[in-house]
């Protein structure tokens, strides 16, 4: 087998590089190792950047987007008892998000890339990258019984943080950033009505808790657990006992109980590859990098990677090998940008377990900041909304 660009991965990052270079006329095959019905089903993010809410958009597969997501104008800090606004479009010229979840713009360029022709093969098993400084890189793989081998010109890493292509770079050849939080998330799916119109991220002694929303009757929560937790320690009881304590003010809200169909722990950890590439070898999303959730970049950081990537690509084949060679310095930019801003709003929300009662005071007085200074407030929601991709 022979392609342009042998993608590895059908996360965002991969689907969507393959549908943007697609539209540039290139060639690419895109092999995942589990199965299209498990990817369509996994259950992440649910936030979209105005930029990337634009860019699905004017690629022609934003429309089911369009009629099923929720446009949200803003979101709740809740802290000391009492909710406060900030209102994107107000403070960033216009702009706004999109809650539509991950699983569902998967489901939306899986099916753009079969009905043209693109190729993606799933369930594919022991996939392994080579040749990667040579100009004719290869991905070899078990598929339908048999070993076989793909020799493209370049290969893009979008196989996901615990994927095979980062750790093809030899350790000489890349410099790692990490930070692991000392929390997870504990996120469930309820069968409930909104409690809210836009999300609530809230600060609470007890820790943080996020609502967020899937449709008008499925809704998105999370709260702050230890990073060891597990499903089973948390019966439905002890799950609504935590949220209303952290979420309930003076105000008079409630929050909806209702049947919770969905339960897991996310760990929280921030991570950079340096540089991005290795030879013919390019990393997207979170093969690079990740984020905590607090900020909800991740998602969008990989489909602003990855039409970096696909223009630097398009550029190749023009004959002008720059945007390739800049690939890595351009993406890394807004993903320390990402970085900060995820780490900046995790540090903010959280309890720590071994901060002392001067960092939480600190907390408090930021976040009385964010509320009443419109300058530092536009900085939060020029950030959550995303920067331009431009
Ligand atoms: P992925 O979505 O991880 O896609 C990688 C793909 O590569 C997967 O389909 C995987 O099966 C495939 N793959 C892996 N290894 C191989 C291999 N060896 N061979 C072939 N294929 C392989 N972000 C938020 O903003 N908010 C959230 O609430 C949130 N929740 C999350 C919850 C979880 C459990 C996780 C893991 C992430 C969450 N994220 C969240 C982050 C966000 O979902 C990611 O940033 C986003 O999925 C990145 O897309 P990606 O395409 O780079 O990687
Ligand atoms: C969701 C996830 C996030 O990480 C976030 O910050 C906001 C919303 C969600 O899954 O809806």
């Known amino acids: ?44 993010a649910g936030v979209l950047e105005q930029g990337t809410v634009d860019l699905l958009k004017q690629t022609g597969v934003g429309a089911r987007m369009e009629r099923e997501g929720f446009v949200h104008q803003g979101i709740y800090l809740r802290f000391g008892g ?5 209102d994107f479009p107000s403070l960033t010229g216009g702009r706004a998000i999109m809650v539509y979840a991950q699983h569902e713009v998967i489901k939306d360029l899986v099916a753009a890339r079969l009905d043209a022709g693109g190729k993606i093969l799933f369930a594919v ?46 350790s000489r050849a890349r410099r790692e950033f990490t930070r692991v939080y000392p929390f997870g998330w504990f996120g469930i799916l309820v069968e409930a009505p909104p409690s809210t119109d836009e999300l609530i991220y809230a600060h609470h002694d007890r820790g943080f808790a996020l609502v967020s929303t899937r449709s008008p009757q499925i809704q998105r929560l999370y709260l702050q657990c230890d990073p060891e937790d597990e499903v089973k320690n948390w019966p439905d009881s002890r799950i609504w006992e935590e949220l209303h304590a952290r979420l309930e003010n ?12 969905q339960k897991s722990v996310i760990a929280m950890r ?51 090998e ?61 950030n959550y909304v995303g920067l331009p991709l431009d």
């Not at 969507?16 to 270079?21: A, V």
């Not at 990537?309 to 004959?319: D, E, H």
């Not at 720059?322 to 903010?348: C, G, N």
Request: net charge neutral; hydrophobic share 40%.
């Open 322 to 382: 720059q945007p390739l060679k800049d690939y890595s310095a351009t993406a890394l930019r807004r993903v320390w940008r990402a970085e900060h801003f995820s780490w900046w709003m995790t540090s903010l929300l959280h309890r720590f377990h071994d901060e002392t009662p001067f960092h939480h005071r600190l907390q408090l007085a930021e976040l009385d900041y964010v509320v009443s200074s419109r300058t530092k407030a536009q900085t939060l929601a020029e």
């Open 250 to 261: 003076a105000q008079g809200w409630r929050l909806a109980e209702g049947r919770v169909f």
């Open 82 to 86: 009492a909710s406060h606004r900030i």
């Open 125 to 170: 098993k022991d996939a392994a990258v080579y040749d990667l400084d040579t100009n004719a890189p290869k991905v070899r793989f078990h598929h339908a019984g048999r070993v076989e081998e793909l020799e493209c010109d370049f290969i893009a890493g979008c196989d996901g943080f615990h994927g095979i292509t980062r750790p093809s770079i030899p």
């Open 1 to 44: 087998m022979r392609t342009q660009v042998g993608i590895v991965g059908a996360g965002p990052a991969g689907l969507l590089l393959s549908h943007l270079l697609h539209l540039d006329g290139i060639d690419s095959v895109v092999v995942e190792s589990r199965s299209r019905q498990e990817i369509e089903a996994t259950i992440r």
């Open 270 to 320: 921030s991570y950079v590859v340096e540089p991005m590439r290795y030879g013919r070898l390019f990393l997207a999303g979170d093969a690079a990098h990740i984020v905590p959730p607090t900020g909800a970049k991740g998602l969008n950081l990989a489909a602003a990677d990855v039409r970096v990537l696909s223009r630097a690509l398009a550029s190749f084949y023009r004959g002008d």
